[in-house]
């Protein structure tokens, strides 16, 4: 009966005497890789367990013998062909052949081990890089404070994103976007010391904890790093150029725990993407500021949005042959009850990198085909009614159904709609972009190009695209009546337009010179201060029936 049990055991059990072998049993033979004649007799304990153990092993085996029972320990076998696994070994005294002798079993736990690293790399470690997590990082972060604060030393901080990586997984898909970031992790594991810590907070953000790096070492640290993505990253069959934008800070003087240095870093990692990314920043209290009133900014911008505090003012678009205003451009304005009447270029960046560029944009489109209609039924000339699309806004995917649903809603034909968008929008993904601009024209919806000849406009897409009118950019209005190469462009772009028979006009016109030469070279349209700057509604509608500008 005990050899049927012993063999049918799933469990190594075992008898020493004088630290050998007395018994094993079929499982703990296999287990180990001896046959039971190798084992008994002739092995020990000593036999089968790692050099760094044989220690411990003979304290148990000496305990055992003296008659001392005590708890299971764990040790590292080694099998006979050399391989090694973690084992819990539980030993008992006995008296055999009245002597001291000890019964015990050995149970395999590499499964055991094996899933409990696998909860510490999840506890510690990003799933997708293998790199220290956020929590891990701050474990490690402690004992670099500790250690800098008894050198007297400082300790660098760089906040790492990746520029326009939204863009890679929208175009390429997030399984391409997730290969990207592998690649990128190894380069940067590349870069830093053994005694740093690289961490990857989520996302297409990295952070780097540096001990020992004043502001110089760390700026030469950030330089290399830019460096790293110099040459292009080779995922999924495509080739693949991405740069990133850095943030620095220093403990002790930009902060003294985890949190608030990395509050500091991305603060300046931001203004590294506000001078034109793929370079680095360091922290300073007065980028500080300028989030705090970024973040008011943007609660603000929300309230706004909810307690209906945007106006629309309007500026008029002249023919240049007759005098006639044939159309106005709607203008957003930010009514604040407390500050007054604010200007676009202080609010619509923010709207568009917290996403509220939508809604607003929405509304300003409502809104003005809701007055464009307004203005035809209090009998007013009908005229074009021309409206600013974000780049954010026209890329949404519901876009045609929102501009569908503002002339639904408002009555107004959509050939009295145009909507104006600069060529950086339409160029980006230009073949995507096609279709929308093809759907758009033919609802009867017009279009065109704002800021023309400072993008990238292809000829040939131009050529193929919808596009009714193009908007000389004021940069080369500015100055016309005095440099020659303004006015150059000026009448290339007024003889392009006539070559593809689309309208052109000339934005930003404040001077009667300006416009005597935008008429020279046969210019369809103008607007500027020279006419009118943007008025409200009831100061456009006045302007409309008097038609001022006639006579001139």
């Known amino acids: 009966m005990f050899r049927t049990t012993m063999a049918a055991a799933q469990v190594g059990i075992f008898v020493l005497q004088d630290q050998r072998f007395k018994f094993v049993n079929p499982f703990l033979a296999g287990l180990l890789g001896y046959s039971e004649e190798e084992l008994i007799g002739r092995m020990g304990p000593l036999d089968v367990v790692t050099s760094e153990y044989h220690g411990l092993l003979v304290e148990k085996m000496a305990l055992r013998a003296a008659g001392s029972p005590g708890p299971a320990y764990e040790l590292e076998i080694v099998r006979k062909d050399g391989s090694h696994f973690p084992a819990t070994i539980l030993g008992a005294p006995a008296l055999i052949d009245g002597r001291p002798a000890s019964v015990g079993t050995l149970l395999d736990i590499s499964v055991q081990k094996a899933a409990e690293q696998r909860i510490r790399e999840l506890a510690d470690y990003d799933v997708l890089t293998g790199l220290p997590n956020r929590r891990l990082l701050r474990e490690r972060f402690v004992q670099l404070v500790a250690a800098a604060e008894r050198d007297k030393e400082e300790l660098a901080v760089i906040f790492l994103d990746l520029d326009h990586f939204k863009r890679v997984n929208d175009s390429l898909g997030h399984s391409v976007g997730d290969d990207l970031l592998c690649e990128v992790a190894r380069r940067l594991d590349s870069v830093v010391r053994r005694v740093d810590t690289l961490a990857r907070l989520g996302g297409d953000e990295f952070i780097f904890a540096m001990p020992g790096f004043h502001s110089a070492a760390a700026a030469d640290v950030a330089r290399r790093l830019i460096d790293v993505f110099s040459r292009p990253f080779e995922v999924g069959g495509h080739e693949l150029t991405v740069t990133p934008s850095l943030g620095i800070s220093i403990f002790p003087h930009d902060g003294y725990d ?223 009546e005095t440099d020659p190469d303004d006015w150059a462009i000026a009448s290339t772009i007024v003889s392009m337009g006539r070559s593809l028979r689309m309208t052109v006009l000339a934005e930003g016109v404040e001077k009667a010179e300006q416009l005597a030469l935008l008429r020279k070279m046969g210019c369809d349209m103008a607007q500027g201060f020279l006419f009118s700057r943007p008025v409200s509604a009831e100061g456009m509608a006045d302007m409309l029936r008097r038609q001022p500008f006639i006579s001139r």
Request: charge should be negative; aromatic fraction near 8%; glycine fraction near 8%.
């Open 258 to 480: 985890l949190e608030t240095l990395l509050r500091n870093a991305d603060t300046a990692m931001y203004q590294a993407k506000e001078i034109g990314r793929n370079a680095f920043r360091f922290y300073s209290s007065e980028m500080n500021s300028k989030s705090l009133d970024r973040l008011l900014m943007e609660s603000n911008l929300r309230r706004a949005l909810s307690q209906n505090e945007f106006v629309l003012h309007y500026q008029p678009l002249v023919n240049l042959e007759s005098g006639l205003i044939v159309g106005v451009e709607a203008l957003i304005r930010w009514l604040h009850p407390e500050l007054g009447l604010i200007m676009p270029d202080r609010f619509i960046h923010i709207a568009e990198e917290t996403g509220l560029i939508n809604p607003i944009g929405d509304w300003v489109l409502c809104e003005a085909c809701r007055q464009a209609q307004a203005w035809v039924e209090q009998g007013l000339p009908a005229m074009a009614m021309a409206v600013n699309v974000a780049p954010v806004q026209f890329r949404q995917s519901g876009f045609i159904e929102v501009v569908a649903g503002a002339l639904a809603t408002s009555g107004l034909e959509p050939g009295r709609l145009e909507l104006e968008l600069t060529e950086r929008t339409v160029m980006h993904d230009a073949d995507i972009n096609m279709g929308t601009l093809s759907a758009l024209h033919r609802m009867g919806v017009e279009l065109s190009l704002d800021d023309f000849g400072t993008g990238y406009s292809s000829l040939a897409y131009l050529k193929r695209f919808p596009v009714g009118k193009l908007k000389i950019d004021r940069s080369f209005v500015n100055d016309l």
